[in-house]
Structures are given as structure tokens and as C-alpha cells.
């Protein structure tokens, strides 16, 4: 059965920290990895990733992929209060486009 | 202007009730998708259509039907509402090709 794990389950960090938040995947026939924020309402999209070791970078953030092990990280550095969110890692399962999710990492970053 | 815009944003019944929800998409997609997520935030995959056609179908109560009546629209059915059906649904597009979905706004199904 696919299985998309995100670990922590949630977070609390101070302005101007540091956090990583990681996203284990196991698929058959991977194609792609997606990361999404989701604030008060809709799941908004980050990142998508395809290749090992290929950085991507929004500003503040950024996430990396490693096919090898089987994981991804996002990276958000020096928090922000509006990087409080829940933090979705998604994979495409099946045919279709099917995104299976995994159960998010709750973010919360205060003064 | 709203992508992918759902009708109701909130939406309180009483149990044994049927009630829709609709979504519309802007975008031009070939997909659409609902997703329910319930109280501890988990999304979960329900039903996708592809120009109409049905192409995912979990394993959803039969309660529960979509229609499609064009590509840009994608309805949801659910008869006899049970208490278990409070969450929030999500309706979402995409082209086919692409994985990238974007969301809709999300409808709160509240059943009391």
C-alpha cells in the first residue's frame, strides 16, 4: 500500500528559528513529490520535486529531494508569525493524478 | 478572480438529510477532484472526474455522488447524512498531465 509519512506531527518554534520538516514516501512507480501550505483554508502549492538532489528555493523556502532514501525536506529559515500553517507532503499514486497525502506537520511560530 | 470557487462555504444539516455542494473551476482543467478532510486535518482522495468521465472512485459510501456536468463543473451528492460526514470537502483541478491541483476553498459539512 502507498504510504506518505510526515514527521513531527506538529511544531512550535520562535520568530527567526530555523525549521525542517520532513516527508517519507513509500510509492510504487514514483513520478513526482508535492509540498503544500495550508492555512486557514485551502491547500496552496509550494513545491513540486522530481529529481534527487535538485533544490528548489521560494524565498524563505526551500525543499530537496532524495529518491535514493526515499525522503524530501522543506526547509523554511528565519520563521515568520505568516509561516504558521499546516505543511502537506503529497504523492501521485495510481493513475490518474491521484495525490495520496501524508497526515501534515502543523506549524506554529510565535513571537 | 476565483479559480476553483465551492458553494456553500459552511453548511449545517440534520441528520438523514441530503444536501449538495457544488464547485466550479476557471482554469481551463481537464480534472477535478474531491477531497474530504476530517477533524485531525487528513486529506483524503474521494472521487475524480476527466472531462466528465469518472476515473478514481475510493472507497466512499455509495451515498456520496459526484456529477460532472461539464468539465469546468463538479458537484457533490450526499444522501442520508451521518454524523461521520462532518468535515471539511475540498474540491480541486488539474490537467491531466500535471499533478500541480489547485484548491478550492473548501466547504465545512457540519451534521448535526
Known amino acids: 500500500e502507498d504510504k506518505v509519512v510526515q514527521s513531527p506531527l506538529s511544531l512550535v518554534v520562535h520568530e527567526g528559528d530555523t525549521v525542517t520538516l520532513n516527508c517519507s514516501y513509500e510509492?510504487?512507480?514514483?513520478?513526482?513529490l508535492l509540498w503544500y501550505k495550508q492555512e486557514k483554508k485551502a491547500p496552496t502549492f509550494l513545491f513540486m520535486l522530481?529529481?534527487?538532489?535538485i533544490e528548489k528555493k521560494s524565498g524563505r523556502l526551500s525543499s530537496i529531494l532524495d529518491k535514493k532514501e526515499l525522503f524530501s525536506i522543506l526547509n523554511i529559515t528565519a520563521t515568520q508569525t505568516g509561516d504558521s500553517a499546516i505543511y502537506l507532503c503529497?504523492?501521485?499514486?495510481?493513475?490518474?493524478?491521484?495525490?495520496?497525502f501524508g497526515t501534515g506537520t502543523r506549524l506554529q511560530v510565535t513571537l | 478572480d476565483t479559480a476553483v470557487s465551492q458553494t456553500p462555504k459552511y453548511l449545517v444539516t440534520q441528520m438523514g438529510n441530503d444536501k449538495s455542494i457544488k464547485c466550479e473551476q476557471n482554469?481551463?482543467?481537464?480534472?477535478m477532484y474531491w477531497y474530504k478532510q476530517d477533524s485531525k486535518k487528513f486529506l483524503k482522495i474521494m472521487f475524480s472526474?476527466?472531462?466528465?468521465?469518472?476515473?478514481i472512485n475510493e472507497t466512499v459510501p455509495n451515498r456520496f455522488s459526484p456529477k460532472s456536468p461539464d468539465k469546468a463543473h463538479l458537484n457533490l451528492h450526499i444522501n442520508s447524512l451521518e454524523l461521520g460526514d462532518s468535515a471539511v470537502y475540498f474540491c480541486?483541478?488539474?490537467?491531466?498531465?500535471?499533478?500541480?491541483?489547485?484548491f478550492g476553498p473548501g466547504t465545512r459539512l457540519t451534521v448535526l
Open positions: 480541486a483541478s488539474s490537467q491531466l498531465i500535471s499533478v500541480e491541483q489547485f
Open positions: 510509492v510504487t512507480n514514483f513520478r513526482s
Open positions: 522530481t529529481s534527487s538532489g
Open positions: 503529497a504523492v501521485p499514486t495510481g493513475t490518474a493524478s491521484k495525490l495520496t
Open positions: 482554469l481551463g482543467h481537464d480534472t
Open positions: 472526474y476527466n472531462n466528465k468521465e469518472l476515473i
